[in-house]
């Protein structure tokens, strides 16, 4: 039996990524820009993953590290497990920034920009912007908070192929 994507990824749980509370778990799953709730690491497997219907998109799993706002660090996970899950498409952490605001990227071949809270890479925009360390991470956060973003640092725990 399929889980309806939309029962579990909601727009609007994006708000959670930039809350200073703490919760049970630390990893949230994306799709389409749209995000579930927390869940414990124990929750997220290819199974989990299975369970929604087959179709063009990938599922990813974060981790979350820090939140940033005005320029300052206001929430870190004291909680971090610096790993990579086992279907990461990463062999070592790599982290990526989540805005609480939309960014449009030119898609070349596109008729109309890719509209995404994820910060892109600028020379491929259809992928995620990673970043190698938390440090840099956490500089481009910083610079991106200074300019009334919300910025949230997250590590790519794991995704997995929906085709």
């Not at 994306?30 to 497997?45: A, I, L, V």
């Given at each position: ?104 990227s030119e898609i070349p071949s596109w008729d109309r920009p890719l509209c995404s809270n994820t910060v892109r890479n ?42």
């Open positions: 039996m399929f889980n309806s994507l939309e029962t579990v990824f909601k727009h609007e749980n994006i708000d959670l990524l930039f809350r200073t509370e703490r919760y049970k778990g630390t990893f949230i799953a994306e799709t389409n820009n749209s995000f579930s709730g927390y869940m414990k690491r124990k929750d997220f497997s290819r199974e989990w993953a299975l369970s929604f219907p087959a179709g063009r998109y990938v599922i990813t799993v974060y981790q979350r590290y820090s939140v940033y706002q005005e320029g300052n660090r206001v929430w870190r996970n004291e909680d971090y497990l610096n790993e990579v899950g086992h279907d990461s498409r990463y062999r070592s952490p790599s982290f990526v920034i989540i805005l609480d605001c939309e960014m449009n600028k020379e491929n925009p259809l992928q995620a912007q990673t970043f190698s360390s938390i440090e840099k991470a956490e500089m481009a956060a910083q610079k991106y908070s200074e300019q009334r973003f919300k910025a949230a640092v997250l590590e790519w725990f794991e995704d997995y192929d929906m085709y």
